[in-house]
């Protein structure tokens, strides 16, 4: 019995260091992405975020976007991930969402015949547009639905939530990328 009490108190304490390890490096990364400003985006992250790191993550993408004085009219998202993240952005600024959804079909001859939008696209004209895509690795995503949207659009700007600092060159620069990690991170459907 007193082996097991014994045991039982290593454990306890074990998980009690683990859980104030864990509390200390999301408090760290959390004051990490609140002191972000627009110089020091995007941020270099080493594990999977917590969620309320990530909700600090897109509350600091509103304050980014008014630190380069860009006043978006309507947010599109790239179907899926992208359609969430948009989502959760264009609630924070009051402003529309649209959805654009990439189609990869055999039957598309052309890159614009692989976009299907939601709405029509002539209704962003004279509008300054923000598009949010989850990830980019390739950029071919992200090109298509600009190549899309900029002729149409007043102003076009790209942000993306994460960014592999390893792997392929992309197609597209996005204009703002909120966090970059060597390692691949996998979202949520």
């Known amino acids: ?31 990490r992405i609140e002191r972000a400003e ?10 999977s975020l917590s969620y309320s790191q990530f909700v600090a993550g897109m509350a600091k993408a509103h304050a980014i976007l008014d630190e380069v004085r860009f006043v978006q009219d309507v947010v599109v998202g790239v179907h899926y991930m992208g359609a969430s993240f948009g989502a959760i952005l264009a609630k ?3 402003i529309p969402l649209k959805i654009a959804e990439i189609v990869y079909a055999t039957g598309a001859s052309t890159q614009a015949d692989r976009v299907a939008f939601a709405f029509d696209v002539s209704d962003l004209k004279g509008k300054n547009v923000l598009i949010v895509d989850n990830s980019i690795r390739t950029g071919r995503t992200l090109k298509m639905v600009y190549d899309q ?10 942000l993306v939530v994460y960014k592999s600092t ?7 620069t996005p204009d703002i ?3 970059h990690s060597d390692t691949p991170i996998k979202f949520l459907r």
């Open 38 to 47: 627009a110089d020091t985006v995007p941020l270099k992250i080493r594990k």
């Open 177 to 179: 990328v909120l966090f």
């Open 1 to 31: 019995m007193t082996i097991f009490l014994t045991a039982f108190a290593i454990v306890t304490g074990l998980v009690t260091l683990l859980a104030g390890a864990l509390a200390f490096n999301d408090a760290y990364v959390s004051r």
């Open 92 to 94: 924070q600024l009051y």
């Open 149 to 158: 949207i900029a002729p149409h659009a007043l102003h076009t700007k790209t």
């Open 166 to 172: 390893a792997g392929a060159v992309s197609s597209i």
